[in-house]
């Protein structure tokens, strides 16, 4: 993620939020987490958090698990409280 964060650095932006996917818990479960400016080595000075859910099916082409599905409206809403702090 640093080449991300050092990319996002040269815009006009107060906060970046990286919403990303794994598989190494139980689906739906959702995380969220700064990330460290120091991390891109180079200028970055913004506010960053990465959210993560933890994806059930990474197959191509299908459909979002149940528990993935059902998570998806915290996953929206902690995004948006980010967004308004």
Request: charged share 20%; no cysteine.
């Given at each position: ?22 598989a190494?818990?139980?689906?739906g ?7 460290d400016?120091?991390?891109t ?27 993935v ?16 702090s």
């Open positions: 993620m640093p080449e991300l964060l050092t990319h996002a650095g040269g815009r006009r932006a107060g906060r970046v939020i990286f919403i990303d996917a794994k190494d818990r139980v689906p479960a959702i995380e969220e987490r700064p990330v400016p120091a991390a080595g180079g200028p970055f000075t913004h506010h960053a958090t990465l959210i993560t859910i933890v994806g059930g099916d990474f197959e191509i082409g299908h459909p979002l698990s149940p528990p599905g059902a998570a998806l409206e915290t996953l929206i809403s902690a995004a948006d409280s980010l967004t308004s």
